[in-house]
């Protein structure tokens, strides 16, 4: 994602879209339609500074992360006082902030990802007891310099093997100017995938994909990646979806299947979706994106969300809800086999949609940087 400039930008990004692509996006929903996988509604749930994270927690709630520090956790009455504040820690300039939470399997730990004092990619572990969580517990598990202040990537999830998978953006700038998505000898332009509580700080899974090459990182799970700003794991499958936010003309959806040994080259910066970047040349394992589109009125933005797998909304099982950050509509894939064998629009706008959250019941939350928090329901 790319909120550098947010409140000028947004605006800005949205009227120069807006001028240019007016013809050119009608023609395509004309030519393409993309009916709606089930009729839901946006269910405003509650209001947050700068919401853009959150994970499922212990006895069915939902904890949200806000940019500048917080997390608080979302009830009936929306959300209540903040359960964590590391706002004194970190900054909001450029693409930093808090920017990822996740929990362990039965809630025994949390971890979150955000960008220190000078930028620094870092994970922090607490134990939770009782739901709650242990302040005094708290440990780095995981650090990384960043060159710049963008593509900082920053989700983290627990994937079905019980291993914390962590993205990290290529460092920033544009056009990946030191490599590093194709570089298997850095951590950024990566999926990352390691066992937290294994070792101190972290032990490497024994079965990563890179732990014989001597030149590659062992923690790298996948590479080739811009900016995979949110990522997750289909609650049904165990597939692995990852939103990488493009440069500037294709933005893309990944996917791998549950049977994965990791290892996957998603291209960039050698290709940027299904395309070229640069005059680059096509690496010979280059995994090309389930999805991807382009910036002809569809959005600049990719925000990667869920499979839904949820009871509300029984037409919409199955089906992979995504938007986009300069557009919210929010849109859904459905892949079979590793490929797209329908797509639609939902016909619901989340606004600035920075995040999906998926609740423990399977539900989903749409998160609007804006300060809106939204569920998912059945029209
Ligand atoms: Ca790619």
Not at 77 to 83: A, D
Not at 156 to 161: Q, T
Request: aromatic share 8%.
């Amino acid at each position: 994602m790319k909120f550098r400039t947010r409140s000028t930008a947004i605006i800005g990004t949205i009227c120069l879209i807006g001028s240019l692509a007016l013809g050119q996006a009608s023609a395509d929903e004309r030519s393409a339609p993309r009916p709606a996988a089930a009729e839901v509604v946006l269910t405003e749930v509650g209001t947050a500074l700068n919401p853009i994270a959150g994970a499922a927690g212990p006895d069915g709630t939902v904890w949200i992360a806000e940019r500048a520090g917080t997390v608080r956790v979302l009830g009936d009455q929306g959300l209540g006082e903040p359960v964590l504040d590391i706002s004194d820690e970190t900054t909001t300039d450029g693409e930093r902030g808090l920017l990822g939470v996740a929990f362990d399997k039965d809630f025994a730990h949390f971890y979150i990802s955000f960008t220190n004092l000078e930028g620094t990619s870092t994970i922090d572990e607490f134990a939770v007891r009782d739901g709650a969580i242990q302040q005094d517990t708290r440990r780095t598990v995981l650090t990384q310099t960043q060159p710049f202040e963008n593509h900082n990537g920053g989700d983290i999830k627990f994937g079905p093997d019980g291993y914390l998978y962590i993205a990290l953006g290529d460092g920033g700038s544009g056009g990946d100017p030191q490599g590093n998505g194709q570089n298997l000898d850095t951590l950024l332009g990566k999926i990352l995938r390691i066992d937290p509580t294994g070792g101190e700080p972290y032990a490497i899974p024994a079965d990563n994909p890179f732990v014989d090459d001597p030149n590659a990182k062992d923690e790298i799970w996948a590479y080739g990646l811009r900016n995979p700003w949110r990522f997750s794991f289909d609650s049904g499958t165990g597939d692995l979806l990852i939103g990488d936010v493009g440069q500037s003309e294709w933005e893309e959806i990944d996917w791998a299947s549950a049977n994965s040994g990791g290892g996957e080259n998603y291209g960039w910066a050698s290709m940027e979706g299904n395309h070229p970047f640069r005059g680059g040349t096509e690496p010979a394992n280059h995994v090309p994106p389930v999805h991807e589109y382009d910036r002809n009125g569809l959005g600049c933005s990719v925000t990667g969300g869920f499979v839904y797998r949820g009871d509300a909304i029984p037409d919409l099982r199955g089906h992979y809800v995504y938007s986009d950050y300069c557009d919210g509509t929010v849109r859904t894939l459905k892949i079979e086999n590793g490929a797209v064998t329908g797509q639609g629009d939902l016909g619901v706008n989340g606004g600035e949609v920075i995040s999906f959250v998926q609740g423990g019941d399977g539900e989903l939350y749409v998160l609007a940087l804006g300060g809106t928090i939204s569920r998912i329901d059945a029209a």
